[in-house]
């Protein structure tokens, strides 16, 4: 059953270009300082490109690390995966009944059909092929099984309204009684190059408390809004969809 209230969907994006740059050439051409210049720049933006990706690289491992530790204490089996699509096939898959090669369960990232679901959060399950594909935009995924008590799912419920934007609740039949939560993380200026796609990250817990709620509170600070495709979160509120 969607939320309540009436989807929306995200404006369509403007293309913006680039402002045009006034240049000028002396008679004698292109000078040594301008050449220089130019060298200079190429080497700034060649060390504040590495300096992010380590930087990128190194905060990932410290929340990973940090988001593992509580996980353990609240009893929950947590892991990061190398995000997964087969080499020479593409990211989306036309198809919500096809078998994805997913590599965690309830999925964290891979293939997935080509329309996201409505941002919100469900007491029916989603098809999870469309779920990985909010993922895919920087969503926090929760998961719980068909067995939990009511007052779980109410609890799951209260944490997703804290930060809604982002984040996504829907049952999983194979969780029974447990609960789980989700994210796919990446740096979008390396997305789907040379077979990389970033991280899947999932914690299946089996029981939800104090314990389990801070943890999954570090899990959604730690990932929500990183996406391997770089969508921002206001994109992401409860409502939207596909256009």
């Keep these: 059953m969607a939320p309540k209230k009436t989807p929306k ?4 994006p403007r293309k913006v270009q680039a402002p045009k ?6 008679a ?8 220089l210049f130019i060298v200079g720049g190429i080497v ?3 060390l504040i490109a590495a300096g992010g990706f380590f930087a990128f690289a190194g905060s990932s491992s410290s929340s990973d690390k940090h988001v593992a530790s509580l996980m353990a204490d609240a009893g929950c089996t947590y892991k990061t995966v190398k995000a997964y699509v087969p080499p020479g096939q593409g990211v989306h898959v036309p198809s919500l009944t096809k078998k994805f090669p997913w590599n965690t369960d309830p999925p964290s990232n891979g293939q997935h059909y080509p329309l996201w679901a409505v941002w919100g959060f469900y007491t029916q399950p989603v098809n999870p092929r469309m779920v990985v594909h909010n993922e895919e935009h920087g969503g926090v995924i929760l998961w719980w099984g068909p ?3 009511a007052s779980t799912v109410e609890q799951l419920r209260t944490f997703y309204n804290e930060t809604p934007d982002g984040t996504f609740g829907t049952p999983y039949a194979k969780l029974g009684s447990k609960v789980a939560i989700s994210a796919w993380t990446g740096d979008p200026a390396e997305y789907t190059q040379n077979g990389y796609y970033g991280q899947g990250h999932l914690a299946i817990c089996p029981k939800l408390d104090d314990a389990t709620l801070t943890a999954f509170e570090a899990f959604r600070k730690a990932y929500r809004g990183k996406g391997p495709e770089g969508i921002p979160l206001s994109l ?6 596909p256009q």
């Design 21 to 26: 740059q006034r240049t000028t050439t002396s």
């Design 9 to 12: 969907t995200p404006p369509a």
């Design 147 to 149: 067995n939990i008590p």
């Design 236 to 241: 992401d509120e409860p409502g939207m969809g």
């Design 28 to 35: 004698g051409g292109t000078s040594n300082r301008t050449i």
């Design 44 to 46: 700034v933006v060649a």
